[in-house]
């Protein structure tokens, strides 16, 4: 024979019962169903005796909703000929059940033994209501066979009354027997009690136990023991076979699949457990067994967390060495009835902490305050504290034992991501690795691991993206383009989770539409400021998220710092922080190593050319830059090339500017203060500490030209034409071309005009090309030579996507 249990939501619909017929009369041993309250009938029971506990009339439209839902189940899903006999076992039960609430309204009071005769009413509706949807089914009541004695002011299975009790009420089997979940009663006053929330799993338990069945089947509303709580990580998915001990340690730390002590009993019996959909009965389910053949793979099988979780500390040099404090601790505690599901004392013992839910925090503290009050009093024990708002994790599979690194891969991912580790625990058997975590940290510790480690088939990049101008738009374009490619080959996925203009901000930690994204913008963002942006990015406390500031934005700039604080990597087109003051760069570069994240500024010199990589290379394998001369202005170059006897210098600047090379304001390019910030982002990363006001500026466009305002500027700059042009005509009758060069030489920085001959590797740079010359102690004699486009969107756009991509550290 088997048990096969269906939960509430698989009868909670008239569909959903005929699947409930469908299965179990396709079964052909006999079977004990047993099954819950309709859907979300407990909760409502509940709440509705809270109501009626207020005093008036006000739980009345409450019940009639629940005498409804019984109502309209037995109309739509039972057999016309067998309603009425049904109604007439149903109705007397309502009519008690409304009778119960009306006493609760009028005294104004609500016992626990009220409220268990109250919620009991849902399991015994329900499995009548299913032993006539059922061809062929008795209907049994559980009150008479599950038993339960109270123990610390809980009540508790009595397993020798019960099984007895089953084996005799089950000496022979129907074909089909439908008992009620969750409800027992107690074996010395007969009141009807329960063995808790999600109990009906227990009861099937216990059955299953007591009779030797097959297998016990838990019907249920997924696929199967998924490899996390689905609600929470959407990539959780369905793990096929587990041991007893991996569904045990899961379970009771919060996969709500499984009611904990559901599989005590099975598991002492050696009774295979099914974890079977009812909306989706082909799908083949998860098997928990004894058989650890299948026990290969990946070392962790699953996650599981409480949110609820208390941390009470008892600290003190007094208990150091001292036998028996822990004896006194848990006694006094379980005196109380408060359960403990996580203990760790350090090997020095002077504090030992303990894990219990928050609703037991406060006695927690008081029964031990009073135990210890003497050891208190004279300052043994300095303290008693209890922490609360915090969640328990736990990782857990069996494959974990003897394999070496799994703690430091779990716990070097938490830290990478900003989540700081309070309290863990690691059993000797190593199939459990618990460790307790702020709760706001919860979801994105649940996704972290998750995710960039264990049982996510691909690893994901969360991105927030900063300005949509023409590099922003290339990069979202370019990675919409790659996004699947770098998925199949490389298992990554990058998930746009925020986009921001300078007007609008939009956000969604479960991914944007990146094809539609600047439409979406458009039309769902909100106002944004960057306080507003870095207020959310940190708020959403996403796991592996990257901030990309494609802006020119200073406001902007100034936000690296804070997201960096909270484990968020950046990387940045925009060169304002680092060419800003040398200390906040140092600290922005330190506090991303401090953190374990990236803070990457490639695209800040020379566009997507490989050159501060290509410096930290070099440095790092022990070579020291010497000198570094570069034509890093693509707007200069492009205009030197252009200039002629016939294209004036203020043409030129218009054109540069009409064709999108210069910054809007060409004067910043003019003005060399584009290319200072390059020098000096170049020089601190050959490791000079070195600052814009250290930079040396011989300009060819006198500072008077950039006083005004730009319209002055454009008004003025042809009067310097004639000028320039002769100058430029020497320049050309000796042979050589003029260009714009950042020098570093061994410390001193320096911008400016210089001529060059054909023999030079800067006469020949094309439009708005750029060169890098790196001198160092291994090339000393042939510099080493860095030639490429060095502006334009695109090209910009691709060293911003490939620093992206070097924080998911794929090759
Ligand atoms: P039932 O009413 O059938 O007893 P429950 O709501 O008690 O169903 O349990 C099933 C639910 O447990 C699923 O719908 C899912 O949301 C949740 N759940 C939490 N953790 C897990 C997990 N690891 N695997 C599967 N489901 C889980
Ligand atoms: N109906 C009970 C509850 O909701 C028992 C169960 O569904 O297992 O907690
Ligand atoms: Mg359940």
Request: aromatic residues 8%.
């Amino acid at each position: 024979m088997k048990v096969l249990k269906f939960g509430g939501t698989s009868v909670g619909s008239v569909e959903s019962m005929s699947s409930v017929k469908q299965i179990v009369e396709s079964c052909h041993e006999p079977v004990i169903v047993v099954v819950s309250a309709l859907g979300g009938i407990t909760d409502r029971l509940i709440e509705t005796a809270r109501v009626a506990v207020e005093g008036g009339d006000g739980y009345e439209s409450h019940f009639r909703a629940i005498v409804e839902r019984h109502k309209a189940m037995v109309a739509n899903a039972v057999a016309p000929q067998k309603q009425t006999e049904l109604l007439a076992l149903i109705d007397p039960l309502l009519g008690e059940l409304g009778n119960i609430f009306k006493g609760v309204s009028l005294i104004k009071d609500l016992s626990t033994k009220t409220l268990d005769t109250i919620v009991s009413y849902g399991e015994r509706l329900s499995s009548l209501i299913v032993s006539r949807v059922v061809d062929g089914a008795a209907h049994y009541d559980a009150r008479f066979f599950i038993k339960t004695r109270r123990q610390y002011g809980k009540h508790i299975v009595d397993f020798e009354e019960t099984n007895k009790l089953v084996k005799r009420y089950f000496a022979e089997l129907p074909r089909v027997a439908v008992v009620p979940g969750f409800i027992a009663s107690d074996r010395v006053t007969g009141d009807v009690t329960n063995l808790g929330r999600g109990g009906s799993d227990y009861t099937a338990s216990i059955l299953a136990t007591a009779l030797g069945a097959s297998q016990l089947e838990i019907w249920t509303d997924v696929d199967g023991f998924m490899t996390a709580d689905p609600r929470v990580i959407n990539t959780a998915y369905v793990i096929e076979r587990l041991s007893f001990t991996e569904a045990m340690e899961l379970c009771n730390f919060g996969a709500k699949v499984i009611y904990p002590p559901t599989i005590y009993p099975v598991f002492h019996k050696n009774i295979p457990i099914l974890i079977k959909n009812t909306f989706n009965p082909s799908a083949p389910g998860t098997l928990i067994s004894a058989d650890h053949s299948h026990i290969e793979g990946k070392a962790i099988k699953g996650i599981s967390s409480i949110n609820d979780t208390c941390l009470i500390t008892l600290s003190g040099m007094g208990m150091v060495g001292v036998i028996g404090i822990n004896s006194r601790i848990f006694k006094r505690l379980a005196e109380s009835g408060i359960s403990v599901f996580l203990v760790s004392q350090a090997s020095s013992e002077n504090n030992t902490t303990f894990a219990v839910r928050n609703a037991d925090a406060d006695l927690a503290v008081r029964v031990l305050r009073d135990e210890f009050k003497e050891e208190i009093a004279v300052g043994e024990i300095s303290g008693i504290e209890a922490e609360k708002e915090l969640a328990t994790v736990a990782i857990v599979g069996e494959n974990m034992k003897h394999t070496p690194g799994i703690a430091g891969r779990l716990f070097n991912v938490l830290g990478r991501n900003g989540i700081n580790v309070i309290a863990c625990a690691q059993g000797a058997s190593e199939t459990n690795i618990s460790f307790v975590i702020a709760r706001n940290s919860l979801r994105k510790a649940l996704n972290v691991i998750h995710d960039s480690f264990f049982l996510s088939e691909s690893q994901v990049l969360n991105l927030f993206v900063a300005g949509v101008g023409t590099v922003g738009r290339d990069l979202l374009k370019q990675i919409c383009k790659q996004q699947q490619r770098l998925l199949e080959t490389k298992a990554l996925q990058l998930r746009l989770v925020g986009i921001a203009n300078s007007r609008k901000c939009l956000f969604d930690r479960e991914g944007i539409d990146i094809e539609h994204c600047i439409e979406l913008l458009d039309r769902e963002g909100t106002p944004a400021s960057p306080q507003k942006i870095k207020e959310e990015i940190i708020a959403m406390n996403i796991f592996n998220s990257v901030f990309v500031d494609c802006t020119a934005s200073p406001d902007i700039a100034a936000l690296y710092q804070s997201l960096l604080d909270h484990n968020v990597s950046v990387v940045a087109s925009n060169k304002i922080a680092a060419s800003g003051s040398y200390d906040s760069y140092r600290a922005l570069k330190q506090t991303a190593r401090k953190r374990d994240v990236k803070y990457l500024f490639e695209t800040n010199v020379g566009a997507g050319l490989p050159i501060i990589n290509t410096i930290n290379n070099l440095i790092n394998s022990g070579d020291k830059i010497l000198k570094i001369e570069a034509v890093v202005s693509g707007t200069l170059n492009y205009i030197f090339n252009v200039v002629s006897a016939e294209v004036p210098l203020s043409q030129a600047v218009r054109m540069a500017q009409e064709a999108g090379y210069s910054e809007p304001d060409p004067r910043v390019d003019l003005c060399g203060q584009d290319v200072i910030r390059k020098l000096v982002i170049l020089a601190r990363e050959a490791g000079y500490r070195v600052e814009q006001s250290d930079v040396k500026k011989n300009l060819f466009i006198p500072e008077s030209y950039f006083t005004g305002t730009l319209d002055d500027f454009w008004r003025a700059i042809p009067d310097y034409d004639a000028t320039f042009e002769v100058y430029r005509r020497q320049v050309a009758d000796r042979g050589r071309v003029l260009r714009f060069v950042a020098t570093l030489d061994h410390g001193a920085v320096e911008v400016g005009l210089r001529e060059v001959d054909s023999a030079h590797p800067f006469y020949h740079l094309e439009g708005s090309n750029n060169v890098i010359l790196l001198t160092t102690e291994r090339y000393r004699e042939y510099p080493m030579v860095i030639k490429g486009y060095g502006a334009g969107a695109e090209v910009t756009a691709a060293g911003v996507f490939a620093d992206i991509i070097g924080i998911a550290n794929i090759r």
